[in-house]
C-alpha cells in the first residue's frame, strides 16, 4: 500500500487504498517509514469506514457509552466514578486524527506512579470496551487499534494468607467501630456465605428466607442465581439485623465500602488483607469443613474447578498436624 523512493535528496512516501492517496516527502527514512505506517492505518479505516460516523475524539465516544450503556451494567456506580476521572484528561480531547499511542501509553506510566496494575488495566479496559461498542453497535470510528497496541502492565500477584478467628474478630471489632452502618454484618455475612462484594450490595431483604434458613443471590457474577444455606452465625446476624420488604440489606456503594474496609483493616493492624480475601478465606473454610468441591462450587457460584481452586488455601498448620499423626 505504501511506497518509499529516493527522488532530489530525500524520500518520497506515496500511499494509495482504493480511491485514498497521500504523499509526502521526508529527509530521513525513518521519519518516512514512520509517517507510512500511521497513514496505512488511517487509509484502512477509511477504506472500511462506509458510512460510520467520525466522533471528534475519545471524550464523544466515552460520554455517549456513559449515557447509554453504563447505567445498565452492575458496576456502574465504580464505571461512573473511573469515567468521570477519565474525562479531566487533555489526551481525551484529542482529535481522533492526532490521537496516538504515545499520549496513551504516558497516560499508562503516570498513573501506575499512584495506582497498581490491575486498577489500570480495570480503567483501560472501560475504554476499550466503549471503543468495541462504538464500532460494532454505533457503527462509529474510534482508537480501539491505538489501545490494543498499548501494552499493559501485568498484575502483581497478591498473595492471600488465611485470616486467622484472632485476625476475623480483630477486623469485626474495627468495623464496629465504623460510622458505616451495619458494616460488622457485612463483614460477618462475607466470611459465612462466601458472596462477592457485589452480591452482598445487591442483597435485598425479600432474598432471605429465615424459616427456611437460606438466601437467595439474584445477581450473580456468571449470570445465575443461586441459594445459599444460612449458617447459625449468619441467621443470628440477619435476624438482628432491622428489615424491610424489597430494601437492600446493606443499602451502601461499592466505594463506600472499599473506603470503609480500608480504614478498618488500618485499625485493625492488618493493611495486607482486602474484602476479597474474606471470600478466599469463607471457600477454604468450606472445605476445612469437608465439603466435596461440587458442593462448594453450588455455594459460592464457580462454574469451573480451575476457578474455585484458586480460591481454596489449604490451613498448612491443620495438613502439617495430619502429616504428623
Not at 7 to 14: I, L, S
Not at 63 to 90: G, M, W
Not at 119 to 129: C, P, Y
Not at 168 to 190: D, G, M, W, Y
Amino acid at each position: 500500500m505504501a511506497s518509499i523512493r529516493r527522488r532530489n535528496g530525500k524520500y518520497q512516501v506515496q500511499i494509495r487504498v482504493g480511491s485514498y492517496s497521500r504523499s509526502q516527502s521526508f529527509r530521513k527514512l525513518n521519519d518516512a517509514k514512520s509517517w507510512a505506517r500511521k497513514e496505512e492505518e488511517l487509509a484502512e479505516q477509511r477504506r472500511y469506514l462506509g458510512s460510520k460516523y467520525e466522533p471528534c475524539n475519545l471524550a464523544e465516544i466515552l460520554l455517549r457509552y456513559l449515557r447509554d450503556v453504563t447505567p445498565h451494567k452492575r458496576s456502574c456506580d465504580t464505571e461512573r466514578i473511573v469515567l468521570q476521572a477519565l474525562f479531566k484528561e487533555n489526551w481525551l480531547n484529542v482529535p481522533l486524527s492526532l490521537l496516538n499511542a504515545a499520549a496513551i501509553a504516558e497516560y499508562r506510566d503516570r498513573r501506575l506512579a499512584s495506582v497498581k496494575p490491575a486498577t489500570l488495566k480495570r480503567q483501560l479496559n472501560i475504554v476499550r470496551h466503549a471503543c468495541a461498542t462504538a464500532e460494532r453497535e454505533w457503527d462509529w470510528l474510534s482508537p480501539l487499534s491505538l489501545l490494543q497496541r498499548v501494552t499493559l502492565p501485568k498484575n502483581t500477584e497478591h498473595v492471600v494468607r488465611r485470616i486467622t478467628v484472632s485476625d476475623e474478630q480483630a477486623l469485626i471489632n474495627a468495623a464496629k467501630e465504623s460510622r458505616t452502618k451495619n458494616l460488622s454484618e457485612l463483614l460477618i455475612l462475607a466470611i459465612e456465605t462466601a458472596m462477592r462484594r457485589g452480591e452482598l450490595l445487591a442483597l435485598e431483604w425479600q432474598d432471605i428466607d429465615l424459616e427456611r434458613s437460606e438466601l437467595l443471590v439474584r445477581k450473580s457474577k456468571n449470570g445465575k442465581s443461586r441459594s445459599i444455606p444460612l449458617t447459625a452465625r449468619a441467621h443470628t446476624t440477619l435476624a438482628n439485623m432491622r428489615s424491610g420488604h424489597n430494601e437492600p440489606v446493606f443499602p451502601l456503594s461499592a466505594n463506600a465500602v472499599r473506603l470503609a474496609f480500608e480504614r478498618v483493616r488500618t485499625r485493625a493492624g492488618l493493611n495486607d488483607v482486602r474484602f476479597h480475601d474474606l471470600r478466599h478465606e469463607a471457600i477454604s473454610r468450606l472445605f476445612d469443613r469437608g465439603l466435596t468441591t461440587p458442593e462448594v462450587a453450588l455455594l459460592s457460584g464457580h462454574k469451573t474447578v480451575s476457578q474455585l481452586f484458586r480460591y481454596a488455601h489449604a490451613d498448612i498448620g491443620r495438613v502439617s498436624r495430619l502429616l504428623n499423626e
